[in-house]
């Protein structure tokens, strides 16, 4: 059975920085494409950033694009999204998903991923 665990959110202040982890178990990290969403009350969630499960170019929304960075360690089973430059428009929770996928076209809808994490909070203080 997969597990994603997200860890790193906090309360952090505007202009800073912050980067959360995502933690892969139960099936070789390496097999998955990797992507950050995340997701306000009352609203849909929102494609971030995604990574490709060999690494490579990564993909980005806009409005992350940069000062957001997502990366991942497969020996270590572990996506990273790294938050710089943070605005208070940034404060969310913060999820992040894998799914089986070997195309070249980078997934950013939430129905194209298969597994979830249960998501970390970022509080951006202005």
């Known amino acids: 059975q997969v597990q994603v665990v997200e860890t790193g959110g906090g309360l952090v202040q505007a202009g800073g920085s912050v980067r959360l982890s995502c933690v892969v178990s139960?099936?070789?990290?390496?097999?998955?494409?990797l992507g950050w969403f995340r997701q306000t009350p009352g609203k849909e969630r929102e494609y971030v950033a995604s990574m490709k499960s060999s690494g490579g170019v990564p993909k980005y929304a806009d409005s992350v694009k940069g000062r957001f960075t997502i990366s991942r360690d497969n020996a270590k089973n572990t996506g990273y999204l790294q938050l710089n430059s943070l605005k208070a428009e940034d404060t969310a929770v913060y999820y992040c998903?894998?799914?089986?996928?070997?195309?070249?076209?980078?997934?950013?809808?939430?129905?194209?991923?298969?597994?979830w994490g249960q998501g970390t909070q970022v509080t951006v203080s202005s």
């Open positions: 998903a894998v799914t089986e996928y070997w195309g070249s076209q980078p997934l950013r809808m939430t129905n194209e991923y298969l597994h």
């Open positions: 139960g099936r070789t990290f390496s097999d998955y494409y």
